[in-house]
């Protein structure tokens, strides 16, 4: 997505650089200049903002795999004395269910 934004912001201000040739006047060559450096301007700033926002979603998904695993309580098995995680029901090496 952020090659994509890169690219179009390059055409955007290419498209405007030469659209402003065809004008036949300095002033509207500066014009179409000038307002396609704004819009590139403006992409390059939303491919910023996105690539922030996928470094925080990245961040925030080890955050929650780490405290995922932090949380997680382990019984042991009267019957056997095997540790296994309390989100299972049973004892996975031998079936007991008395915990």
Known sequence: MT???LILSIAILIIGVISGFFMNSFFGWLITTLGSLAFASITLALMKII???EKSLTLLHQV???VNQQTEVSLQCKNCNYEY????SSCPKCGFRGN
């Open 3 to 5: 090659n994509l934004l």
């Open 64 to 66: 929650f795999s780490s």
């Open 85 to 88: 995680s309390d989100s299972l």
């Open 51 to 53: 690539q922030n926002q």
